[in-house]
C-alpha cells in the first residue's frame, strides 16, 4: 500500500516522489509505504485550503455539522476495521484501539451538535437603542500536526472543531502512523466534505512539519507531541505572532492514601502506567503511596503485573503491545539504566524483550521501581514508556507537594475514601485534569483536555474550549438610535 498525499479532494504523489516505509511494532514488518513530502505540497495544499475555505465559512454552520454527523455513521460502521488498521500501524491492543475510534465518533457527534451553538453573547449596551454581541469567526487555514500515540483521536479532536467553525484544514501527521490519516480523509471525502476544506500532507517534522509552522497563510498550529519541539515551534509561531496550542508530554501520578480501596488502587495504576505500553500522554509515570501501605500496595502491584500478557495487539487476550520502534526501545531502556544508577530499586522488568515471538517486534517488561526520590530523574522526566516510579511519602501535603514538583501539568489521580482528602486533591492538585478513585487516563471528550505547566500553553482540545483555538472573538454594537452615541461620554447620568 503507497500512502499518498490528499490534497484538493485528489489523492496525489509527493513533489519529491520519496516514500519512507510504514512498520507494524509488533511484528517489525512493513505494511505499507507513505510519502514524504517537501515544502511545495505544503504550499499547494495551503493554496487551495486558502480558496475553499472562502466557501466553506459562508456554508451555514448547521449544514456544515451535518457532514461531521455523517463522518460519525461513518467511522461507527467502520469502528472494527479501522481498529484493527490502528493496532497495526501504532501497536495499541485491540480493545483500546477500538476505545481510540470511538473517541473520534464521540467527538464528530459532538462537534456536529456545535454546528448548532456555536454560542457567542448577547449583552445590553450601556446606552440607549444600541444592540451587543459577540460571534465567534473562523480564522482561515488551520495547520494540524499530530503525534502516532493517538493516530486518530487526536486529529478528530482538531479538525472536528476547526471545520464546523468553518475553517479549512491541512493536517500533517507522524509520519509512524499514516494509515489512519488516509482513512479520515477518505471518510471525509465520502461524507462529503467539500475538496480543499480538509487535506493530509505526509511527510517528517522538520521539513514538511515546518513548512506548515511558517506558511504565512496558515494563521494557527495546534501541536500534539513532545515539548522539544512544541517549544520550538512556539517560538516560531512568536515570531511570525501566529496562534498556537501546544498539548505537550506528561509525568503523571496516581497518589494512594492509607485509606484506599488497595484493589481499586492497583487496577487504576496497572491499567494508567501499562495501557498503550505506557505510551499516553496521561500514563501514570508516579505512584505516590501513603508509607503505612506501601509494602502491601508493592506486593499487589508486582502479582498483577505477571498476569499481564504481552505481544501483538491483535491477540484479544493481550494486555500489554509493543512500544512503537527500536529508538523508542532503546530510550525507554536508557531511563531505566538512569533509574539504577540513580539508586531506585527495580521490582520488576526493566530489560526488552528478544526472544521467541518478541524477537521482530519492539517490546518492552513492564517495569517497576520503587524508592524513588522525587528529584531522581526517572521521577521527572517523560519516559514515555511502560515504566512506573513508586514515591513514598507520609501525608496527604507531601503528596500533593511530590505531585505537584515536576514541570508537567497534565493528569494526577488520587485514591482515598477521605472527602476531606478528596476536596483537597481537587483543589490543590495542579494539573488540567484530576482523578479521583480512578487511574490517570479515561478522559471524556466534552471537558477540556490538557495540561499546566509544561504540558501546554493554556489552551485545551476537547469541549466547548476546543472552540477556543479555532476561532476569533468579533464583538459586535448595532446603534439603531440614528444619531451619534459615544460609549462611555454619551450615557445619561
Ligand atoms: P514529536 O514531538 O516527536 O512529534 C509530534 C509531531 O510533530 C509529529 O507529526 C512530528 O513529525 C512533528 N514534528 C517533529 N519535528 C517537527 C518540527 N521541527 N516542526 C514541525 N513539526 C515537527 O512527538 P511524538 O514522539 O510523535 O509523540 C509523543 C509525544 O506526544 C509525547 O511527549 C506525548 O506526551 C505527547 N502527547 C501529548 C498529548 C497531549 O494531549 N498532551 C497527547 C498525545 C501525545
Same mark, same amino acid.
Request: charged share 25%.
Given at each position: 500500500?503507497?500512502?499518498q498525499?490528499?490534497?484538493?479532494?485528489?489523492?496525489?504523489?509527493?513533489?519529491?516522489?520519496?516514500?519512507?516505509?510504514? !512498520?507494524?511494532?509488533? &511484528?517489525?514488518?512493513?505494511?505499507?509505504?507513505?510519502?514524504?513530502?517537501g515544502?511545495?505540497?505544503?504550499?499547494?495544499?495551503?493554496?487551495?485550503?486558502?480558496?475553499?475555505?472562502?466557501?466553506?465559512?459562508?456554508?451555514?454552520?448547521?449544514?456544515?455539522?451535518?457532514?461531521?454527523?455523517?463522518?460519525?455513521?461513518?467511522?461507527?460502521?467502520r469502528?472494527? *476495521?479501522?481498529? +484493527?488498521?490502528?493496532?497495526?500501524?501504532?501497536?495499541?491492543?485491540?480493545?483500546?484501539?477500538?476505545?481510540?475510534?470511538?473517541?473520534? $465518533?464521540d467527538?464528530?457527534?459532538?462537534?456536529?451538535?456545535?454546528?448548532r451553538?456555536?454560542?457567542?453573547? #448577547?449583552?445590553?449596551?450601556?446606552?440607549?437603542?444600541?444592540?451587543?454581541?459577540?460571534?465567534?469567526?473562523?480564522?482561515?487555514?488551520?495547520? !494540524?500536526? #499530530?503525534?502516532?500515540?493517538?493516530?486518530?483521536?487526536?486529529a478528530?479532536?482538531?479538525?472536528?472543531?476547526?471545520?464546523?467553525?468553518?475553517?479549512?484544514?491541512?493536517w500533517?501527521?507522524?509520519?509512524?502512523?499514516?494509515?489512519?490519516? *488516509?482513512?479520515?480523509?477518505?471518510?471525509?471525502?465520502?461524507?462529503?466534505?467539500?475538496?480543499?476544506?480538509?487535506?493530509?500532507?505526509?511527510?517528517?517534522?522538520? &521539513?514538511?512539519?515546518?513548512?506548515?509552522?511558517?506558511?504565512?497563510?496558515?494563521?494557527?498550529?495546534?501541536?500534539?507531541?513532545?515539548?522539544?519541539?512544541?517549544?520550538?515551534?512556539?517560538?516560531?509561531?512568536?515570531?511570525?505572532?501566529?496562534?498556537?496550542?501546544?498539548?505537550?508530554?506528561?509525568?503523571?501520578?496516581?497518589?494512594v492514601?492509607?485509606?484506599?480501596?488497595?484493589?481499586?488502587?492497583?487496577?487504576?495504576?496497572?491499567?494508567?502506567?501499562?495501557? #498503550?505500553?505506557?505510551?499516553?500522554? &496521561?500514563?501514570?509515570? +508516579?505512584?505516590?503511596?501513603?508509607?503505612?501501605?506501601? *509494602?502491601?500496595?508493592?506486593?499487589?502491584?508486582?502479582?498483577?503485573?505477571?498476569?499481564?500478557? !504481552?505481544?501483538?495487539?491483535?491477540?484479544? #487476550?493481550?494486555?500489554?503491545?509493543?512500544?512503537?520502534?527500536?529508538?523508542?526501545?532503546?530510550? $525507554?531502556? +536508557?531511563?531505566?539504566?538512569?533509574?539504577?544508577?540513580?539508586?531506585a530499586?527495580?521490582?520488576?522488568?526493566?530489560? !526488552?524483550?528478544?526472544?521467541?515471538?518478541?524477537?521482530?517486534?519492539?517490546?518492552?517488561?513492564?517495569?517497576?521501581?520503587?524508592?524513588?526520590?522525587?528529584?531522581?530523574?526517572?521521577?521527572?522526566?517523560? $519516559?514515555?514508556?511502560?515504566?512506573?516510579?513508586?514515591?513514598?511519602?507520609?501525608?496527604?501535603?507531601?503528596?500533593?507537594?511530590?505531585?505537584?514538583?515536576?514541570?508537567?501539568?497534565?493528569?494526577?489521580?488520587?485514591?482515598? +475514601?477521605?472527602?476531606?482528602?478528596?476536596?483537597?486533591?481537587?483543589?490543590?492538585?495542579?494539573?488540567?485534569?484530576?482523578?479521583?478513585?480512578?487511574?490517570? &487516563?479515561?478522559?471524556?471528550?466534552?471537558?477540556?483536555?490538557?495540561g499546566?505547566?509544561?504540558?501546554?500553553?493554556?489552551?485545551?482540545?476537547?469541549?466547548?474550549?476546543?472552540?477556543?483555538?479555532?476561532?476569533?472573538?468579533?464583538?459586535?454594537y448595532?446603534?439603531?438610535?440614528?444619531?451619534?452615541?459615544?460609549?462611555?461620554?454619551?450615557?445619561?447620568?
Amino acid at each position: 500500500m503507497k500512502i499518498q498525499n490528499y490534497i484538493n479532494g485528489e489523492w496525489k504523489e509527493p513533489s519529491t516522489g520519496q516514500f519512507a516505509p510504514v !512498520i507494524n511494532p509488533a &511484528t517489525g514488518e512493513t505494511i505499507a509505504e507513505v510519502a514524504m513530502s517537501g515544502p511545495n505540497d505544503i504550499d499547494e495544499a495551503v493554496q487551495a485550503a486558502k480558496e475553499a475555505q472562502k466557501q466553506w465559512a459562508l456554508v451555514p454552520a448547521p449544514k456544515r455539522a451535518e457532514i461531521l454527523y455523517k463522518v460519525g455513521m461513518l467511522l461507527k460502521e467502520r469502528k472494527e *476495521q479501522l481498529a +484493527r488498521l490502528l493496532t497495526m500501524e501504532m501497536g495499541k491492543v485491540i480493545e483500546e484501539a477500538r476505545g481510540e475510534v470511538q473517541e473520534g $465518533i464521540d467527538m464528530a457527534f459532538y462537534m456536529a451538535g456545535e454546528g448548532r451553538r456555536l454560542f457567542g453573547d #448577547t449583552t445590553p449596551s450601556e446606552l440607549k437603542d444600541k444592540f451587543a454581541m459577540s460571534v465567534r469567526t473562523p480564522v482561515g487555514v488551520v495547520g !494540524i500536526i #499530530t503525534p502516532w500515540n493517538f493516530p486518530i483521536a487526536i486529529a478528530t479532536w482538531k479538525s472536528f472543531p476547526a471545520i464546523v467553525a468553518g475553517n479549512a484544514v491541512v493536517w500533517k501527521p507522524a509520519p509512524e502512523t499514516p494509515i489512519m490519516a *488516509q482513512e479520515l480523509a477518505r471518510i471525509f471525502e465520502e461524507a462529503g466534505l467539500p475538496p480543499g476544506v480538509f487535506h493530509v500532507v505526509h511527510g517528517d517534522g522538520p &521539513t514538511v512539519g515546518n513548512a506548515l509552522v511558517e506558511h504565512p497563510d496558515v494563521k494557527v498550529i495546534s501541536f500534539t507531541g513532545s515539548n522539544e519541539v512544541g517549544r520550538m515551534i512556539a517560538e516560531k509561531c512568536g515570531r511570525l505572532l501566529k496562534k498556537v496550542s501546544l498539548e505537550m508530554g506528561g509525568k503523571n501520578a496516581v497518589i494512594v492514601m492509607d485509606d484506599a480501596d488497595l484493589t481499586l488502587a492497583v487496577d487504576g495504576i496497572i491499567w494508567s502506567a501499562f495501557g #498503550t505500553s505506557g505510551q499516553r500522554c &496521561t500514563a501514570c509515570s +508516579r505512584v505516590i503511596v501513603h508509607e503505612r501501605v506501601k *509494602q502491601e500496595l508493592e506486593r499487589r502491584l508486582l502479582e498483577a503485573v505477571k498476569t499481564l500478557k !504481552i505481544g501483538n495487539g491483535l491477540d484479544e #487476550t493481550v494486555k500489554v503491545g509493543p512500544v512503537i520502534h527500536e529508538e523508542a526501545l532503546q530510550k $525507554i531502556d +536508557r531511563y531505566v539504566r538512569i533509574g539504577v544508577e540513580e539508586g531506585a530499586k527495580l521490582l520488576v522488568g526493566g530489560y !526488552i524483550l528478544r526472544e521467541g515471538d518478541y524477537a521482530r517486534g519492539f517490546y518492552y517488561a513492564p517495569t517497576i521501581f520503587t524508592d524513588v526520590t522525587p528529584n531522581m530523574r526517572i521521577a521527572r522526566e517523560e $519516559i514515555f514508556g511502560p515504566v512506573v516510579s513508586i514515591i513514598s511519602v507520609r501525608s496527604l501535603d507531601e503528596a500533593i507537594a511530590v505531585n505537584n514538583s515536576v514541570d508537567y501539568g497534565l493528569s494526577s489521580a488520587i485514591f482515598t +475514601r477521605d472527602v476531606n482528602n478528596v476536596f483537597r486533591a481537587m483543589r490543590d492538585l495542579d494539573t488540567g485534569i484530576v482523578y479521583v478513585n480512578a487511574g490517570t &487516563t479515561g478522559a471524556e471528550i466534552h471537558l477540556p483536555f490538557g495540561g499546566t505547566k509544561g504540558t501546554g500553553n493554556g489552551h485545551r482540545d476537547s469541549g466547548v474550549a476546543a472552540l477556543d483555538v479555532f476561532t476569533e472573538w468579533r464583538s459586535i454594537y448595532v446603534d439603531f438610535s440614528g444619531k451619534l452615541q459615544r460609549a462611555q461620554i454619551d450615557t445619561d447620568d
